[in-house]
Structures are given as structure tokens and as C-alpha cells.
């Protein structure tokens, strides 16, 4: 009993430990990532006197971007935690729903919201929420096994939370997010709590929650290296072969060395060997899509064939915008090798208007993909059963520094998407994704 005692402590210190150092990640992740968005903010009728109400704003929006980043953290996690077999996967991810929970709290009392009951039931929905975690957490913590009671309870949180993101999203996105400066002045902060409303009035009741493909942030803390250097006269010519004839613009020594040059089609980015790094057009796509997804591949493992990467497209993404987005990436005796990934945006006339390669450029290299001796019969008993695969296929992974080869389950549960990666040589559940659906398309988490 003393050991148990004492296994039980140890726990409860590691798992506090983890919640101190996820919380300052997750506060350095979030505020880089929200100081592009709040940098675009459009001001509409201000003025330099106004500098008072252009700083409140700023304030206001930034806690709206981050209650809306967090709560897609929420939707994400909540999804993943009901169909994962895997304990440390499942402590992980409840561990981000309890952080995700208090930076939404903490964002909305930031923000001038009237009070309403639609705003309450709101906040109460995050507490117990967070409150469920915990409790799944102290759960985990003693050895005991998530119940097919508890998944369901969190599918039911996650469809709630999922409602509560699109509302988020769409406020945020509209005129009426902007909370001062849109000339509505004081009048406009029951705006938000008024949104909530579009949340069916029986949303709360539970019981006691793309455009890129898997692996698509692949390269986090990683730089180019710079083998056989080309001045940027060279490198401009090579530049020139696909894009036409360039103007060297100056040199970004950010994460490796890279060329920067302007030509007629747009802004070219490339390494100091001249590959293509990233490319983006000046022009705007319009219209309805006029090629279908297999177009859409084909065209885009045409452009990398162009710029010298052997690469297969293995994931596609409609957006809104008249661009379809094509995650290309080595394929290797029948094993996508995400490392390697490449994504190309296609516009709807079957233009090829963007690409970034950094991840290839990064991490191609000649891959070991051979497996383990787990087969896909035994791989396929690691996934959750009430998922419905839909497609299966051999995928090498990276996960904390170390490359593994996986089976990789596509499945379904009613008309949420998933994506289960199951190691080959231990059997285990080595990854997880699920699709969410928004403004931008479709994101993998």
C-alpha cells in the first residue's frame, strides 16, 4: 500500500510538472503565433486620436484570436481522446484540454463581453470540461482504463466544443469582431455573448470535449543547411529555368540562408543552392474550381518534378478560396515518407499560385522504411473499434526526434475523420490526428 502510495505521489508531481512547463509552451507558442493576426487587424474609422482605443482593441483582439485558438484546441483533443488506446497518448492530450480550458476562461474575462446566460453556460461548459479532465487524468493516474461511458461523454463535450470553435471563428473573422473601432463603439460588447445564441439552446446538456495534411509542422527547430554554396547570380539563373527571369531582392539569414527574388509570377525564396525554398504569385485566384483533386495532384507532382523533387501528392484539401492545397511527399516502396513533405496551392484554372519545400529541403535524405514484425491484421486491433477504417496505408513518422514506420488508418466515427498511426514493431498507438474543418480548410491536429 505504501508503494502504491508513493507510485500514486510520484505520479501526481510528474503530471503538475507537466502542466507548469505545457503552460509556459503553450503561452510562447500562442502569443508568436497570434502577433502575425493581430499585426493584419484592420482599424476601420480610426484615427491618430484614437491611440487609447486603438491599443484597447489590439488588448481585445489578441484575447479573442486566443480564446479562438484554444478552444480549436479543445474541439481537437476532446475527438482524439475518445477513440486513442493508448494511456500516455490519452494523459498528453488531457493534459492540453486542461491548459486549453483556462486560456479560454482567462481570454474571455479579457475581452468586454455582457453578461447573458448564453455567455455563462458558455464558461460553464469550459469548467467542466476542464474539471473532466482532471478527473480522467486522476483516473489514468491510478492504472484504470478510459470506460465506453467516458469516450462517449467526451464525444458528446467535443461536439459542443466543436460548436463553440465555429462560433468563435466566425465572430472573429466578421465586422463585429471588431469590438471598438468598428464605430459601434460600447454598444457593440454584447455582440459576442449574442453569437453564442446561434448554439442550440440544448447544446449544453451532456454527461458528467485543412489545408494541412499529418506531420504538416514537421520542421519546428530545424534550419537549412548550406552544402556547395551558389552566389546569388547562380542561383538566380537556376530560378529563372521555371519562373522566368528574376530581380535578386536581398539575402534572410532566418533558419538558413535563403535567396530572396521578384519575378513576373511572383516572390521566389531559395536556398543557397538554389532550390526552391517557397514561391507565391501576385495574383489573385477567382472563381469556382475548375479541376477536380486528381487534377489537382497531377498538376502539383508536375511542378515538383520541375523544380527536381520526386515526390507523390497524398493529401488534398479544398479550400474557399479557388485554391486546392496538395501535401506532396516522398513515396518509398509504398511508404509515404512524411518527413518529406511539400505542399503546393492550386489555383482553380489549374495554375500552380504557391509551394513550400522547406520540410523536404530540411529532412530528404535515403530512408530506412523497412518494418516491423507486426503484420496489419495485428496493427489494426491497436485502433479503436468503433472506428470505421476507410483506407489503410504504410507511412513513415517523426515523433519526438525518432522516425518510425506505421500502418496508417484512415477511419471514421459518424462524420468525424481520423488518422491513426500504429507503430510497426512495438503494435502500440504511435500517433493520432483528427480533421477539423474550418474557414481555412481542412487542419489536421
Not at 485558438?69 to 481522446?81: C, E, Q, R, T, V
Amino acid at each position: 500500500m505504501v508503494r502504491q502510495n508513493k507510485s500514486i505521489k510520484n505520479f501526481w508531481m510528474i503530471f503538475f510538472g507537466t502542466i507548469a512547463a505545457l503552460a509556459i509552451a503553450t503561452a510562447v507558442i500562442l502569443t508568436t503565433a497570434l502577433s502575425d493576426k493581430v499585426a493584419r487587424m484592420r482599424m476601420s474609422q480610426v484615427t491618430d486620436e484614437n491611440v487609447y482605443k486603438i491599443s484597447q482593441e489590439n488588448n481585445y483582439k489578441r484575447a479573442l484570436y486566443s480564446a479562438c485558438d484554444s478552444m480549436k484546441n479543445i474541439d481537437a483533443n476532446l475527438g482524439k481522446i475518445a477513440v486513442s488506446q493508448d494511456t500516455g497518448h490519452q494523459v498528453q492530450m488531457l493534459t492540453d484540454v486542461v491548459i486549453h480550458a483556462n486560456e479560454v476562461n482567462k481570454n474571455i474575462g479579457e475581452m468586454p463581453i455582457e453578461e447573458s446566460d448564453n455567455l455563462a453556460s458558455c464558461q460553464r461548459f469550459v469548467n467542466q470540461t476542464q474539471d473532466y479532465a482532471k478527473y480522467l487524468l486522476g483516473k489514468l493516474g491510478k492504472g484504470n482504463q478510459l470506460s465506453d461511458g467516458e469516450r462517449a461523454a467526451l464525444m458528446e463535450l467535443d461536439d459542443v466544443a466543436t460548436r463553440l470553435y465555429d462560433v468563435l471563428e466566425e465572430y472573429s473573422e466578421s465586422d463585429s469582431g471588431m469590438f471598438i473601432t468598428n464605430g459601434n463603439g460600447i454598444n457593440n460588447v454584447g455582440a459576442l455573448s449574442e453569437s453564442f445564441g446561434k448554439v442550440e439552446n440544448n447544446a449544453f446538456t451532456y454527461e458528467k470535449l485543412i489545408y494541412d495534411g499529418p506531420f504538416s509542422e514537421s520542421v519546428e527547430k530545424k534550419t537549412l543547411s548550406c552544402d556547395g554554396k551558389l552566389s546569388h547570380e547562380d542561383a538566380a539563373a537556376k530560378v529563372a529555368e521555371t519562373f522566368g527571369e528574376g530581380k535578386f531582392i536581398g539575402e534572410i539569414n532566418n533558419e538558413g540562408l535563403l535567396y530572396v527574388f521578384e519575378t513576373s509570377r511572383g516572390r521566389v525564396l531559395t536556398d543557397c543552392t538554389g532550390r526552391t525554398v517557397q514561391y507565391e504569385t501576385y495574383a489573385e485566384p477567382t472563381g469556382e474550381s475548375n479541376v477536380d483533386c486528381a487534377e489537382c495532384i497531377a498538376i502539383a507532382e508536375e511542378f515538383c518534378a520541375k523544380l527536381g523533387y520526386d515526390v507523390k501528392g497524398v493529401w488534398v484539401s479544398k479550400t474557399q478560396d479557388a485554391v486546392t492545397y496538395v501535401n506532396c511527399a516522398t513515396v518509398t516502396d509504398g511508404v509515404v515518407v512524411y518527413p518529406d513533405l511539400i505542399k503546393v496551392a492550386v489555383s482553380s484554372d489549374g495554375e500552380v499560385v504557391g509551394l513550400e519545400a522547406k520540410a523536404y529541403l530540411i529532412n530528404h535524405r535515403d530512408w530506412d522504411v523497412s518494418f516491423g514484425d507486426v503484420s496489419e491484421a495485428d496493427a489494426l486491433k491497436a485502433v479503436n473499434g468503433a472506428l470505421r477504417v476507410t483506407n489503410t496505408a504504410k507511412a513513415l513518422i517523426e515523433k519526438n526526434g525518432e522516425y518510425l514506420a506505421c500502418y496508417e488508418f484512415e477511419a471514421m466515427m459518424g462524420d468525424r475523420q481520423y488518422y491513426v498511426y500504429v507503430d510497426s514493431r512495438t503494435g502500440e498507438e504511435a500517433e493520432l490526428f483528427k480533421v477539423i474543418q474550418n474557414t481555412e480548410g481542412y487542419t489536421v491536429m
